[in-house]
C-alpha cells in the first residue's frame, strides 16, 4: 500500500503562484507513477500532470502546460506541483495519486492510491 498526504495550496490571487507537496510512505517503490488531479465545483475529476519516479518522465493537461511544472524528490518521496500564472480556472480540490508502473495515465481509474485532496483558491 501507499499512503499520500498532500500540504500547500490555499487562496491567491489571479497571477500568483503556489506549490503544492505529496509525501508518499509505505511500501517501498521505485516503479511508480505519481500525478496530480484537480476537481472545481460541479465538473468531472481531470488529469493535470503526473511523472514517472523512475525515468523522470513527465505529463502536462493542455491547460497548465507553460505554467505548472512538477518534480520529484527521491530522497523524501515527495512530490511538488510547482503552479505559476494561476487563474480563477485553476480554482479547485487538487489530489495527489499515485499507481505502479511507468505509464503516465490520464484516466483517475487507473490510479490506486489517493490522497484527501488540498483546495486551491484563486481570486480575480
Known amino acids: 500500500q501507499v499512503q499520500l498526504t498532500e500540504s500547500g495550496g490555499g487562496s491567491v490571487r489571479a497571477g500568483g503562484s503556489l506549490r503544492l507537496s505529496c509525501a508518499a510512505s509505505g511500501r517501498t517503490f521505485s516503479n511508480i507513477v505519481m500525478g496530480w488531479f484537480r476537481q472545481a465545483p460541479g465538473k468531472e475529476r481531470e488529469f493535470v500532470a503526473g511523472i514517472s519516479w523512475s525515468s523522470g518522465d513527465t505529463l502536462f493537461a493542455d491547460s497548465v502546460k507553460g505554467r505548472f511544472s512538477i518534480s520529484r524528490d527521491n530522497a523524501k518521496n515527495t512530490m511538488l506541483l510547482q503552479m505559476n500564472s494561476l487563474s480563477p480556472e485553476d480554482t479547485a480540490i487538487y489530489s495527489c495519486?499515485?499507481?505502479?508502473?511507468?505509464?503516465?495515465?490520464?484516466?483517475?481509474?487507473?490510479?490506486?492510491?489517493w490522497g484527501q485532496g488540498t483546495q486551491v483558491t484563486v481570486s480575480s
Open positions: 495519486a499515485a499507481r505502479f508502473g511507468n505509464f503516465i495515465a490520464t484516466t483517475r481509474n487507473l490510479y490506486a492510491f
